[in-house]
């Protein structure tokens, strides 16, 4: 059974910085492309950063030079490295599998002084 359970969200100020992470299971994580997306109320689900099985990245041109995705593969775990936090970032991020269609519960990330 596919699992993904995020983690590492919460409350930050304004150019601060958050680590997310997410546990994957039930799929072969080593070989498989991840993906980080975000959604707040009312909007659409919004991709923000890929990691492929090789390690390359791609990133939304919203969070390019502030976002890192990388993976751990001995902990079938993808992380997002968050910094320079801005208003905007507030939303709920969610990891997925490129292929299969599994969601998370997502994680909460407020950016607010």
């Known amino acids: 059974q596919v699992q993904l359970v995020e983690s590492g969200g919460g409350l930050v100020q304004p150019g601060g910085s958050l680590r997310l992470s997410c546990a994957a299971s039930g799929f072969t994580f080593s070989s498989s492309t991840m993906i980080w997306y975000r959604q707040t109320p009312g909007k659409e689900r919004e991709w923000v950063a890929t990691?492929?099985?090789?390690?390359?990245?791609n990133y939304a041109d919203s969070v390019k030079g502030r976002f890192t995705i990388s993976r751990d593969n001995a902990k079938n775990t993808v992380y997002l490295q968050m910094n320079s936090l801005k208003p905007e970032d507030t939303a709920v991020y969610y990891c997925?599998?490129?292929?299969?269609?599994?969601w998370g519960q997502g994680t909460q990330v407020t950016v607010s002084s």
């Open positions: 997925k599998n490129s292929v299969l269609n599994y």
């Open positions: 990691i492929t099985r090789t390690g390359s990245t």
